[in-house]
């Protein structure tokens, strides 16, 4: 083993923190975004083409530049795709639990619009992931699925989640909904530590977490570009959902009682006129 | 002070216990450590009723009459207990119909499909459960009284267990002539595992019982809630009840009691401390 600045690929070397150097940048322009609002005109769409851009070069870096594996051949490239997503699922969902909680605290619209946020991206980038993993395990495994810690506890979490926003959805008093979701959210995140460390708490089928030690250069860096470009895209995923609760919160909140009468229709029996 | 003591001690001692099964922390003493903890927890939880003896009383009749009031309602009709028994019992029937006379297959899913009876029955049971508290604004009138509602938590679904526990007693002898099973391990020690597994559906069946019965499509939302969070402790109660009934040759009954045991504290333990925030009316 040849010291590393030794080594031919001192570019790849490199490029290791290219991705932390993006992630730092995306978080830069987020929080800029959410403190500074006159710059809000413009972070916005540079968040927004970052997480589109990183998108647009990331097939290149995952389908050729980065070396196909010892035993999967090119099958295993599909991580690229699936890990990322459902580690952002898990720190979304995370992040529902934390609001959960929060609200139970001190209620605020604010941490139950993001908790509706969480849990919709969540679901929507657990599923995908889910669906990736299972066109990997058929070639892999020989199995679209099979009934292993790791899968269990991943799609129990996906139903939990769906009944979770279905739960927001037949519930119309705002207040109520809030106060139960949150509760829901809080036993439904007791399955998040249970998906993590599956792996390791049982003899599942499943790998376990690899390490950069472990693994060729090149794909740590797609992985990391990967990681990267799938929490800008979750940023902006979530935050705009969070600003349309936000906007639903305000209208439900806002909606009188009972509605005006109409100008120039008859009057119902026993309606006086209003002050 | 004492009450923070115990909580934290107890929280201690479960925490090392789980982190010891999950393999992360091992060194030796370790259970020394724990009996120590569960010694101190014990000792200062005795200071805590002892200091609070008028409060920790009051809490208790709270339980008992909540309890009461719960089965005296089921005893003057008996309705929910009969519709529960038969409705298990038509659904154990649907699972032979729907298998064929297949005797070998009923027998080694015998535990599985009791297991399902018993759950598709919970759900009429937590349903009606809350159905009898939105009658005449009932639920109201218990949240007005000046008790702890966390009293009202255990008193509820200490008697949804009770009712669940005495239908899988009841439907266990059908099962065991339906599929041709016998019990190797001994009835008492299936018993035990029915109760646990009772304990384990009716912790969160009351928490989402009392959502569902105040939203929309009460019917649809509370097996939609309640399925997805019981999949863990029922697995762990069906496979110890096909190990009660098959045999255990090989000792594998302590981990899955272990699950359902770990699954239950933490069920019943989120169900005490949130079930004040399910019922509060503002």
Not at chain 2, 84 to 106: C, H, N, Q, R, Y
Not at chain 2, 212 to 224: C, F, G, I, T
Request: net charge positive; with cysteine.
């Amino acid at each position: 083993m040849r010291h590393w600045l030794l080594t031919y690929d001192l570019g790849t070397r490199l490029a290791l923190y290219a991705p932390l150097v993006m992630l730092v940048f995306v978080l830069w322009l987020f929080l800029t975004h959410l403190t500074d609002p006159p710059s809000r005109k413009w972070t916005w769409k540079a968040l927004l083409g970052i997480a589109v851009g990183m998108f647009l070069v990331q097939p290149y870096f995952a389908l050729s530049w980065s070396p196909p594996e010892k035993y999967m051949g090119d099958v295993y490239r599909i991580l690229y795709m699936h890990v990322p997503q459902l580690i952002m699922a898990m720190l979304a969902l995370t992040i529902n639990f934390g609001c959960s909680v929060a609200y139970l605290f001190k209620k605020s619209w604010a941490t139950d619009s993001l908790a509706e946020a969480t849990a919709e991206v969540g679901l929507y980038l657990g599923a995908v992931g889910i669906t990736l993993g299972s066109l990997w395990a058929k070639p892999t495994w020989n199995t679209w699925w099979t009934w292993d810690p790791r899968l269990i506890s991943a799609a129990v979490m996906m139903v939990i989640y769906a009944g979770y926003l279905t739960l927001r959805r037949f519930v119309e008093d705002p207040e109520k909904r809030a106060t139960w979701s949150a509760v829901m959210g809080i036993i439904a995140g007791v399955d998040i530590p249970v998906l993590y460390f599956s792996v390791k708490w049982w003899r599942s089928i499943h790998q376990v977490q690899s390490n950069p030690s472990t693994v060729d250069d090149r794909m740590v860096v797609v992985l990391r570009w990967s990681y990267v470009a799938f929490a800008a895209l979750t940023i902006v995923l979530i935050y705009q959902r969070f600003l349309a609760a936000q906007a639903t919160r305000n209208r439900e909140v806002a909606l009188p009682e009972a509605l005006p009468p109409d100008e120039g229709l008859p009057k119902a029996a026993g309606q006086g006129a209003l002050p | 002070m004492a009450r923070i003591a115990w909580i934290v001690l107890v929280l201690l001692a479960a925490g090392t216990s789980l982190l010891e099964r999950a393999g992360i922390l091992a060194f030796s003493g370790l259970g020394t450590v724990q009996a120590v903890l569960v010694a101190l927890a014990v000792l200062a939880m005795l200071a805590d009723a002892a200091a609070n003896f008028s409060e920790v009383r009051r809490f208790g009749r709270t339980i008992r009459m909540v309890i009461q009031k719960d089965l005296q309602i089921e005893w003057r009709t008996r309705a929910r207990l009969n519709g529960l028994v038969f409705f298990a019992l038509a659904t154990l029937l649907m699972f032979s119909f729907a298998l064929g006379p297949d005797t070998a297959i009923l027998r080694r899913n015998a535990g599985g499909y009791l297991w399902l009876g018993i759950l598709f029955a919970s759900v009429l049971s937590l349903g009606e459960s809350f159905r009898i508290e939105t009658e005449n604004q009932c639920l109201d009138g218990l949240r007005l009284a000046p008790v702890d509602a966390r009293a009202i938590f255990l008193g509820k679904a200490l008697g949804n267990t009770f009712m669940l526990w005495i239908l899988a007693i009841v439907i266990t002898p059908v099962t065991i002539a339906l599929y041709d099973v016998s019990v190797k391990e001994g009835v008492l020690k299936l018993f035990g595992v029915l109760l646990l597994g009772c304990f384990g559906i009716s912790a969160p069946g009351t928490i989402y019982g009392a959502i569902a019965s105040n939203a929309r499509a009460r019917d649809v939302l509370l097996p939609l809630l309640l399925f997805p969070v019981l999949i863990p402790s029922l697995l762990a109660s069906v496979k110890a009840t096909g190990l009660i009934l098959e045999g255990d040759p090989m000792g594998q009954l302590g981990s899955w009691l272990g699950l359902l045991g770990a699954f239950n504290l933490l069920y019943w333990g989120l169900g005490f401390a949130l079930f004040p925030r399910v019922i509060e009316d503002d």
